[in-house]
Nanobody, 116 residues
């Protein structure tokens, strides 16, 4: 059973930056697609950014140019660097792992609050 542990959330003023990190254990890290999703109050969970085992990335239109996803195979971590944050980025951010056979694993989430 994979274990995903997020860290790095908090409160920041609009225009500021935060770095989220997800530590993965209990599973072979390198073969899986990793992603960050978020869910704000009253809305459905949405994909923010994704990175495949080969390093290909995909971003939601709303975060392109502001967020960067990266993975470190030596530390078994996936990071989300968030710059120029806006109030609409306020949400609970979840780390996600998808295995090659389609199983999803989720972290417990970390709160990001952007104040204007």
């Amino acid at each position: 059973q994979a274990r995903l542990r997020e860290s790095g959330g908090g409160e920041v003023q609009a225009g500021g930056s935060l770095n989220l990190s997800c530590a993965v254990s209990g599973i072979v890290f390198t073969i899986n697609t990793m992603a960050w999703h978020r869910q704000s109050s009253g809305k459905e969970r949405e994909l923010v950014a994704r990175i495949t085992s080969s390093g290909d990335t995909h971003y939601a239109d709303s975060v392109k140019g502001r967020f960067t996803i990266s993975r470190d195979t030596t530390r078994n971590t996936v990071d989300l660097r968030m710059n120029n944050l806006v109030s609409e980025d306020t949400a609970v951010y979840y780390c996600n792992l998808k295995t090659p056979w389609g199983d999803d694993q989720w972290g417990q989430g970390t709160q990001v609050t952007v104040s204007s």
